[in-house]
């Protein structure tokens, strides 16, 4: 493997904290590599320091927003369909060590694998480069139209379909399963249902919002990968 990938724009001086970025575990047990060969170390220490890149970014460039504003936010930018999305845009699915298994079975377009996979591309440029390179990395990636993000994300009906579609699922359905109150203040209750299966329940004023609300119900309710 190169020194870097040119989508990331860094050039490591140890390629060999690229090539572990993205060793999938599946990988490394299939060649008795040992748990040292994976991006899992690597995931964890990236985690925290794409967690303090974004605090700080969040905190300099919106000074009006509360701290429960701003933690909201940052949730948003590092979530796995946002990290996962950031991955794919810079083709780190092409490039991952997985094993048999886990190819066979879509896991490097997998959501929680390029997340992770991410976390560890982050924490590998901070080792190898210090903390500048792995800021202009994430501003670059993830920071670059936080807004557009934001505004996305609060979509929950999109957020669920993008999510769902990775792994080769239909489309989410919706069913309003309930109303009640007077005509001008009516609550309506729906269901959001992935393969015949109720994964989130929400209410709303309107059709569409108790749509949205299940939706995010889902979206909280969906298995970790």
Not at 16 to 33: C, D, I
Not at 134 to 160: G, M, N, Q
Request: hydrophobic fraction near 40%; charged fraction near 25%.
């Amino acid at each position: 493997m190169p020194a870097g990938l040119p989508s990331i724009h860094y050039s490591f001086n140890d390629p060999a904290l690229l090539v572990t970025a993205l060793t999938h575990s599946s990988y490394a047990n299939e060649r008795g590599l040992g748990r040292q060969a994976c991006n899992e170390r690597l995931e964890f220490l990236g985690d925290s320091v794409l967690g303090y890149i974004t605090a700080e970014y969040l905190y300099k460039n919106y000074p009006g927003k509360t701290e429960g504003e701003l933690t909201r936010m940052r949730s948003v930018l590092v979530c796995e369909a946002n990290l996962a999305a950031a991955a794919r845009q810079l083709e780190l699915g092409k490039h991952l060590l997985v094993g048999k298994g886990e190819e066979q079975s879509g896991g490097r377009n997998r959501a929680s694998i390029l997340a992770d996979a991410y976390e560890a591309a982050v924490a590998a440029i901070y080792l190898d480069g210090g903390q500048f390179h792995a800021e202009r990395f994430v501003c670059e990636s993830i920071l670059s139209d936080p807004d557009t993000v934001f505004s996305r994300v609060a979509d929950y009906k999109t957020r669920l379909q993008e999510i769902v579609q990775v792994d080769g699922a239909p489309l989410p359905e919706y069913r309003i399963i309930n109303e009640r109150g007077p005509e001008h203040a009516k609550i309506f209750t729906a269901q959001a249902i992935i393969r015949g299966k109720v994964f989130g329940t929400g209410e709303g004023a309107t059709k569409k919002d108790a749509e949205q609300a299940a939706a995010k119900s889902a979206l909280e309710n969906l298995p970790k990968a």
